[in-house]
């Protein structure tokens, strides 16, 4: 078990409970530190309420960072995005592996530096991209890369959401966290929901973006940031893919949805339905898997924490991709590197930043942009 402790991730935050719940599930991490938020007192509740000794719970990150030196084996920064540089950098320098809630950052030359330190200090990182924690998207990478599906010739990916448009349950517009309020050379939006398609992409197929052309629009309530983005994508190996992410998408919570298509069958996977892996062949039949079905994947005893017919969702899937890094971990630890097959490494964080950084440059000039 790794002893783990947290910058950021306080009970005010989005995604705190969940890397809380999620890191501790199987027994692979403790919580036994942290510097949650910058409120003294909301600090103190959050060290509370996650039974940390309030001796460990620090005001400030960098004290947590020397004191806790011996005592913890690695540190999640789970702050926003646009704080990761300095607090990653300067993790990997006091001799700390790191696990880093998405995006890595909010450019390219950030990524680039932290690249940089992350090769000086030979140290390890990973950046966390949950959805690919779910059992039946890795059912649906492995008929993929097992050839199942023939050639890849489309994906279409999406995430739309409705949180800029729709009003309140009192009839206000809504008050999203500030550090969403901001755009960046590669807008908020395309950190927070592109990124995730991407990665999703990547991590089904292994192919790369070569070029894209992109539009940007703001269609919600906050007309300062970008809320909607169109794109068309050629990846490596020739696959075109269409994203399309949003928060200016009425009716839609959390809409992530994700079609591939080949040559001999396509296969569809719809996150509000999480446990149902639809596929349709060649020969006109269509059918469903879930865990029960599936040797290869499905059935794995780590995604069954429960039997089939009661759903594994968020937490879980983020419970598997902390199980993955903590196998990453240990073959860091004793080998000195890793090669996990569910990770993505800083390269795929760099390609997302490339990406979307192009994205914005297309969606100005309204041409096609090579990466």
Avoid at 40 to 60: H, L
Avoid at 92 to 109: D, H, N, Q, Y
Avoid at 146 to 167: D, L, V
């Amino acid at each position: 078990m790794y002893r783990i402790g947290f910058i950021g991730g306080g009970i005010n935050s989005a995604i705190g409970r969940s890397h809380v719940i999620a890191s501790q599930m199987d027994g692979k991490f403790k919580l036994e530190a942290g510097a949650f938020t910058r409120s003294p007192e909301i600090n103190r509740k959050t060290g509370a309420e996650f039974q940390i000794d309030e001796s460990r719970v620090y005001e400030d990150y960098r004290q947590m960072l020397q004191k806790e030196k011996e005592r913890l084996d690695v540190i999640a920064v789970l702050t926003p995005t646009d704080t990761h540089e300095g607090m990653v950098e300067e993790c990997l320098r006091a001799g700390f592996p790191v696990i880093c809630e998405k995006s890595l950052c909010t450019s390219c030359a950030s990524a680039s530096r932290i690249k940089g330190c992350l090769e000086e200090t030979r140290g390890f990182l990973c950046v966390t991209y949950n959805y690919t924690g779910y059992p039946m998207v890795r059912v649906l990478r492995e008929k993929i890369l097992s050839g199942e599906f023939g050639k890849i010739t489309n994906i279409i990916a999406e995430m739309p959401q409705e949180g800029f448009t729709r009003y309140t349950l009192e009839h206000k517009e809504p008050k999203p966290q500030s550090w969403r309020m901001t755009d960046y050379e590669i807008p908020t939006i395309s950190l927070d929901l592109g990124t995730h398609l991407h990665n999703m992409i990547a991590f089904l197929t292994g192919e790369h973006p070569k070029e894209i052309v992109a539009r940007e629009s703001s269609f919600g309530f906050f007309p300062q940031v970008i809320d909607d983005v169109l794109c068309m994508v050629n990846y490596t190996n020739d696959i075109a893919a269409q994203m399309w992410f949003s928060k200016a998408a009425l009716g839609n919570r959390n809409g992530l949805r994700i079609r591939v298509f080949g040559t001999q069958a396509s296969g569809e996977w719809f996150q509000a339905e999480p446990e149902i892996l639809k596929i349709h062949d060649k020969n006109g039949q269509s059918f469903f898997l879930d865990r029960s079905n599936d040797k290869a994947e499905g059935e794995k005893a780590r995604y069954n924490r429960f039997k089939v017919g009661h759903p594994s969702g968020f937490i879980e899937a983020y419970a598997n991709y902390y199980w993955d890094i903590s196998d990453a971990l240990t073959e860091y630890l004793s080998k000195g590197e890793e090669a996990s097959h569910y990770l993505m490494n800083i390269d795929t964080s760099i390609e997302g930043l490339q990406l979307f950084e192009a994205a914005h440059r297309s969606a100005g000039c309204h041409q096609w942009i090579k990466l």
